[in-house]
Structure formats: C-alpha cells, structure tokens
C-alpha cells in the first residue's frame, strides 16, 4: 500500500506551487488546511514545520518543508512522472532551482520591499541587484523553453511559479522571455487543475465569510 501523503496549505499561500507540484507527481494526496494565526503556530503544526509556515509535506514518517525541496522531493518520489532530472538535467535542474529560492526570492523581496543598499555593498548580496538577477532569469528563459532545456521538469514548477507570480504582482518585469514562458506553463492541464482547486477553495471560504 502506497505511504499517505499529507499536504499542509492555505490556498491563499505559497502552498499553490506545491498544489501544482503535487498534481504534477500524480501522487494520491490528503490536503489539510491550516488557518494563518493561531493554528499555524500551534505545537501540533510547530512540531510539523517549526517555522509555522505552510506548505508543509508528509509522505509516510518524512516531513519536507520549504516550496524549492517539497517540489524536488516529489519528482524524486514519484519518478514514474519523468519529472526529476536526467543526469545531464542535474546542473541546469538545481543551478536554478537554488536559484529562484535563493537570489531570485531575495531580489523579489527586497525591490517590493523598498529595501535599500549602497551600490558599493551589493557585492555582499547573495542576489547581487535586483536587475542582475532578474536579467540573468531572463537570459535562461530567452534562450530555452524550459529550465533544462526542451524539456519540463519540476524545476519549472517552482522557477515558473515565481515568474508567474512575479509577473501577476508586477513584482517582475513584462519581459517578452517571462511572458511566453508563462504561457507555455500555465497552458499545462496539471496547472489548471491545481489553480482550479486553490481558486475554489478561496471561493468557498469567501462565500462562507459573506
Ligand atoms: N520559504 C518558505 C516560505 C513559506 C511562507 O512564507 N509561507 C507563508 C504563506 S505564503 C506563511 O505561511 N506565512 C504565515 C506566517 O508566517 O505566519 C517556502 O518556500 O515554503
């Protein structure tokens, strides 16, 4: 019997990009939703992520926190997906799989932030500038349709979802790479139907508010 897979979310968080990742893997999965506030810094879900943040996996005994892992987990779990990478994918496949979690994250952040650095300091940024790491994306997804070539892994689940997201709170630039990259995610059935699940759950709570 296979091992169960829990998922911790809030629709309205970056759980969406482990909804996708998930629906990627085709793996059977239980969602359990936890309420921002209170529930999400209980000792019952602290002793899950200790950071009180969702998303949150388990599979069987094992925990995954932190979107970039949850995503490279489940390609490494459910390999009949063909979603982890190749040995000749692995570069390219973690290079930027690090990198949207790290660098591109932080660039994010701190641009829609406001956060402020004299030019002369940037060198001890991780993400340099923002425009650096935003060109260096772009130059990746100007020059293949995909992280790791012609091919999609799930590395583009987490690269693209912060690209999609960035372009959706103009936390990005409208570059052309970015736009069709988007689009040739987001046209993904598995895309839809996770969004199409967070969107109805987002909606049942907000009639349930009303
Ligand atoms: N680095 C974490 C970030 C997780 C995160 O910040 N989650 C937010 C929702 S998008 C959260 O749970 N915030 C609630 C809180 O911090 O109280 C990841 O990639 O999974």
Same mark, same amino acid.
């Given at each position: 019997?296979?091992? %169960?897979?829990?998922?911790y979310t809030? %629709?309205?968080?970056? @759980?969406?990009?482990?909804?996708?990742?998930?629906?990627?893997?085709g793996?059977?999965?239980?969602?359990?939703?936890?309420?921002? @506030?209170? *529930?999400?810094?209980? %000792?019952?879900?602290?002793?899950?992520?200790?950071? &009180?943040?969702?998303?949150?996996?388990r599979? $069987?005994e094992?925990?995954?926190?932190? +979107?970039?892992?949850?995503?490279?987990?489940?390609?490494?779990?459910?390999? *009949?997906?063909?979603? #982890?990478?190749?040995?000749? *994918?692995c570069?390219?496949?973690?290079?930027?799989?690090?990198?949207? !979690? &790290? %660098?591109?994250e932080?660039?994010?952040t !701190?641009? #829609?932030?406001?956060?402020?650095?004299? =030019?002369d /300091?940037?060198?001890m940024? $991780?993400?340099?500038?923002?425009?650096?790491t935003?060109d260096?994306?772009?130059?990746?997804? @100007?020059?293949?349709?995909y992280? +790791?070539?012609? /091919?999609f892994?799930?590395?583009d689940?987490?690269? @693209?979802?912060?690209?999609?997201?960035?372009? &959706?709170?103009?936390?990005?630039?409208?570059r052309?790479?970015?736009?069709?990259?988007?689009?040739?995610?987001?046209?993904?059935e598995?895309h839809?139907?996770a969004?199409?699940?967070?969107?109805?759950?987002?909606?049942? /709570? =907000? #009639?349930a508010?009303?």
């Open positions: 019997m296979p091992e %169960p897979v829990i998922f809030n %629709p309205m968080s970056r @759980g969406q990009i482990v909804r996708w990742a998930l629906e990627e893997s793996a059977a999965y239980e969602t359990v939703i936890v309420e921002y @506030g209170a *529930e999400m810094k209980s %000792p019952d879900y602290l002793a899950i992520n200790p950071m &009180g943040k969702v998303p949150a996996l599979h $069987g094992r925990t995954v926190t932190e +979107c970039a892992a949850i995503c490279a987990y489940l390609a490494d779990a459910f390999p *009949e997906a063909g979603l #982890a990478p190749t040995a000749d *994918e570069a390219a496949y973690y290079r930027w799989l690090f990198f949207a !979690a &790290g %660098p591109l932080q660039a994010v !701190a641009q #829609a932030m406001g956060w402020t650095t004299e =030019e /300091r940037s060198a940024l $991780g993400f340099g500038t923002y425009d650096n935003v260096a994306v772009a130059a990746l997804l @100007g020059a293949s349709d992280v +790791c070539g012609d /091919r892994t799930m590395a689940v987490y690269v @693209g979802s912060h690209i999609e997201w960035g372009l &959706g709170f103009s936390t990005l630039p409208k052309p790479a970015f736009e069709a990259y988007v689009g040739r995610i987001a046209a993904r598995t839809k139907r969004r199409a699940i967070d969107a109805a759950l987002i909606a049942e /709570r =907000e #009639a508010e009303a």
